[in-house]
């Protein structure tokens, strides 16, 4: 079975996986992720941050953006753009998040700050799943290896214990990740 094939396969049956998670259990190991990545030194120096806006059964996000805001960080959040890459264009609060994206998800305004990926120092990625090396598989479209593949910062994909893999099937482009953050444990690869 080839890699491609593979990586679709266990697409779906994380995110049948995620999606079945009881709610109540999912916020709970959400929330004590975010608490784990509030409290990596990485973050904590960081003056310009990076962080996907989660919905749905992804990890909720906005209790981050709303500590980094209220610590006088840089926050940047990801805006698609129709060729398949994203620009990081800085909030000044969670309010700046109403617009609605290609995908139907909160992004930035239009007319957000765009800050270059160099002056990010600090990432936080999605995924639907990870490995204890940091590798991850996102949805598939290729946006964030391609942010990965010029970001000269610390990176780290916040991931469910129920989703952790062995190993995550990956192909050339794939880009490794500096830790991977669980409800229970962070595990670090390049770092």
């Known amino acids: 079975m080839n890699i491609i094939v593979k990586k679709a396969e266990l697409r779906a049956d994380i995110i049948k996986l995620l999606t079945a998670m009881p709610e109540e259990a999912r916020r709970q190991a959400s929330d004590a992720i975010i608490q784990r990545v509030l409290a990596l030194p990485e973050y904590k120096k960081a003056q310009t941050i990076y962080c996907f806006v989660g919905v ?51 992004e930035p305004c239009e007319n957000c700050e765009i800050v270059p990926f160099e002056a990010i120092d600090f990432a936080v990625i999605p995924c639907l799943c990870a490995d204890k090396n940091g590798m991850r598989l996102g949805r598939g479209g290729g946006y964030y290896d391609r942010f990965m593949s010029v970001f000269p910062g610390t990176s780290a994909t916040v991931c469910y214990s129920a989703a952790l893999q062995k190993q995550v099937p990956t192909e050339t482009h794939d880009k490794q990740i500096d830790c991977v953050v669980t409800e229970n444990e962070i595990y670090r690869a390049g770092i």
């Not at 805006?79 to 609605?100: K, N, P, W």
């Open 56 to 106: 749905g059964w992804e990890v909720d996000t906005r209790p981050l953006l709303e500590d980094a805001l209220a610590a006088g960080k840089a926050v940047c959040v990801p805006r698609c753009e129709a060729d398949g890459r994203m620009a990081a264009h800085r909030i000044e609060s969670v309010d700046d998040l109403q617009a609605t994206g290609l995908f139907g998800l909160p």
